[in-house]
């Protein structure tokens, strides 16, 4: 159904009130508007016709009482105005029953016309339930005041009052003034101390968003350096791929990230090369230089002419990786000096003519550990001069003088015979088991 455009919506209060007039004409209007021929619109009409009677009567009640109003308002107006006049002409000629008569007609009619404004202003202003608690306040108050007129307590109050010694009472009140002023300064002291351990919570949470940050970071790091390590040396068939320069580069990403990044990432790094046989000396074409497929799926080992992709000589001399998981890693030939593995997994690791004088082994897991090739009992440590003979194991060895073995876990009893014959009095002393019946091969 369309609107007309001036049209107001239906059911909208504009309508309604544009339409109350159409029902307020008189008898003879409505009459008019309906047909005489039907009975119900006859109703209708009716209807209408006793509803605007009703309502011009309740206008002319309206204004017939707002001018009923408006003739006491005025006269008391007016006897007000005369009232004031009294008071001023009882004060000219001195007359004081004038003047009081003048002031107290003033005073009750200015009262009467004020009231029914102080009415509105009050119903206006506080509701039923407020002037309600009002009154009962006040209630309460004036019996308080009443009990204690009628039993006599203030009498008693004043009595003790009167008693008391307020010198003495002075001295009291400097007392707990005093007493007062420490309790304020204990509080102080204690706001102090809450500041101080909330602000300590805070930098022990911003330094463990820091720590998380910089674990976020790292990983992202050592990402970045697997993606780039394997673009290096893998050509586009997925071969090992390792020139001279880009071997001496991956040494150099090596090195560069072993230097910045924790014992943890440390571990990552080191079990991502040794198990992707970077760390491995692998047998090479002699021409090429290439390394050669062993025929089972992976690339031939050449312990003695063989070459490292990743050689990591020093990069971790002196290094910190203890309580780190570095289990079947390939750490052969490498200078581990001065390095910390205590606590660490070094479950089938390699360290054959490793360099671990001086490192610390405590508490570090050693099942299966490789520290020599051959037997036992013709097992040297590495030289500088000598070749290694990986078949009776001379000169394969690892270097362990100094190192310190205290309460090391699953040592085999080759690995204790080869520690106490070439550990020296020093590293002797750490072996768990002792080195009784076992000769000092080192000398020293």
Same mark, same amino acid.
């Given at each position: %159904? ?34 005489k ?10 209807? #209408? ?14 204004? @017939? ?10 006269? #008391?107006?007016?006897?007000?105005? *005369? ?48 002037r309600?608690?009002? *009154?009962?306040?006040? $209630? ?9 007129e ?17 010198? #003495?009472? $002075? ?39 820091? *720590?998380?940050?910089?674990l ?13 390590i394997?673009?290096?040396?893998l ?18 990403? @090596? ?5 910045? *990044?924790?014992?943890? $990432? ?23 230089g ?20 990743i ?11 203890? $309580? ?34 001086e ?19 013709t ?31 699953? %040592? ?17 002393a750490t072996?768990?088991?002792g ?10």
């Amino acid at each position: %159904m369309s609107l007309e455009p001036d049209s107001p919506p239906p059911n909208s209060p504009t309508s309604d009130v544009e339409s109350q007039p159409e029902v307020l004409p008189d008898r003879t209007q409505n009459t008019e508007l309906a047909p005489k021929g039907s009975l119900s619109q006859q109703a209708l009409a009716a209807l #209408a016709s006793m509803q605007s009677s009703q309502h011009q009567a309740t206008i002319d009640r309206l204004a @017939t009482a707002q001018q009923g109003n408006q003739i006491p308002d005025l006269r #008391a107006t007016g006897i007000t105005l *005369v009232a004031i006049a009294v008071i001023v002409f009882g004060l000219a000629l001195g007359n004081e029953l004038l003047a009081w008569f003048g002031v107290v007609l003033t005073l009750l009619l200015s009262l009467a016309m004020l009231l029914p404004w102080l009415q509105a202003a009050i119903r206006e202003l506080f509701s039923a339930q407020e002037r309600s608690l009002f *009154v009962a306040i006040v $209630g309460v108050v004036a019996a308080l005041i009443g009990i204690v007129e009628l039993t006599g307590l203030n009498r008693r109050l004043l009595f003790w009052g009167s008693q008391i010694n307020w010198e #003495a009472f $002075g001295t009291l009140a400097e007392w707990v003034g005093a007493l007062g002023q420490i309790l304020i300064a204990v509080l102080a002291v204690f706001v102090a101390w809450r500041q101080y351990v909330i602000s300590k919570d805070l930098t022990i949470q911003q330094n463990l968003l820091t *720590v998380q940050q910089n674990l976020i970071t790292q990983q992202q790091t050592i990402d970045s350096y697997f993606q780039g390590i394997s673009d290096l040396v893998l050509d586009d068939e997925g071969l090992l791929e390792d020139w001279p320069q880009e071997r001496a580069l991956a040494e150099g990403r @090596t090195a560069a990230i072993l230097s910045s *990044v924790d014992r943890d $990432g440390k571990a990552k790094i080191l079990r991502f090369l040794s198990s992707s046989k970077l760390l491995t000396p692998l047998k090479r074409d002699s021409r090429l230089g290439r390394a050669i497929l062993n025929g089972d799926g992976g690339y031939a080992e050449d312990r003695v002419f063989g070459v490292r992709v990743i050689d990591l000589g020093v990069m971790l001399a002196g290094a910190d990786l203890s $309580g780190t998981d570095l289990r079947w890693t390939d750490l052969s030939e490498a200078n581990l000096i001065r390095v910390n593995l205590s606590g660490c997994d070094l479950v089938r690791a390699n360290f054959a003519r490793t360099i671990l004088a001086e490192a610390k082994f405590v508490s570090a897991d050693l099942k299966g550990t490789l520290l020599f090739y051959g037997s036992v009992e013709t097992a040297s440590p590495r030289s500088r001069t000598e070749p290694p003979n990986y078949r009776t194991g001379e000169y394969t060895g690892a270097v362990i003088e100094n190192a310190d073995f205290t309460n090391v876990q699953r %040592m085999s009893e080759s690995t204790r015979y080869y520690c106490c014959a070439w550990g020296g009095e020093k590293t002797r002393a750490t072996i768990p088991g002792g080195c009784s019946g076992i000769p000092n091969k080192l000398g020293r």
